[in-house]
Structures are given as structure tokens and as C-alpha cells.
């Protein structure tokens, strides 16, 4: 049996109200992922274009 087996059959045994703040909270929990994947993926992206957005060329660009 695989962990989201064993946490179905525990929420079905919950009462509703119990199985809605369970369900709240896995909700949090992937909301959680999703956004540090995001902040991974903008800080890769934050590395890789330092170059070129840190250049003396692009100076006047700093101030718009």
C-alpha cells in the first residue's frame, strides 16, 4: 500500500470537518512545494543573467 493509499483510508475515517482541515493541510503543504520550486527556478535564473543585467554597458538602464 503507498503512502496516499494509507492517508485515503485514514481520511475516509475522519469526520467532514476533520477530513476538510486535513485536506486544508495537504493543501498548504503542495502550495508550500510549488512555491519553493519557484523561488529555485527564479534563483537559477537570477545567476545565470547576472552578467547580463550587471554590466556597465546597460548602466543607463538602472535608473528607468
Do not use: C, G, H, I
Not at 512545494?33 to 527556478?41: C, F, I, P, V, Y
Amino acid at each position: 500500500m503507498t503512502v496516499a493509499d494509507l492517508l485515503y483510508e485514514e481520511a475516509k475515517r475522519l469526520p467532514a470537518p476533520l477530513a476538510r482541515e486535513a485536506l486544508d493541510f495537504v493543501l498548504f503543504l503542495r502550495n508550500r512545494q510549488d512555491q519553493t520550486e519557484w523561488r529555485d527556478l527564479m534563483a537559477a535564473q537570477a545567476a545565470s543573467l547576472a552578467s547580463v543585467w550587471d554590466n556597465d554597458e546597460d548602466e543607463a538602464w538602472n535608473n528607468v
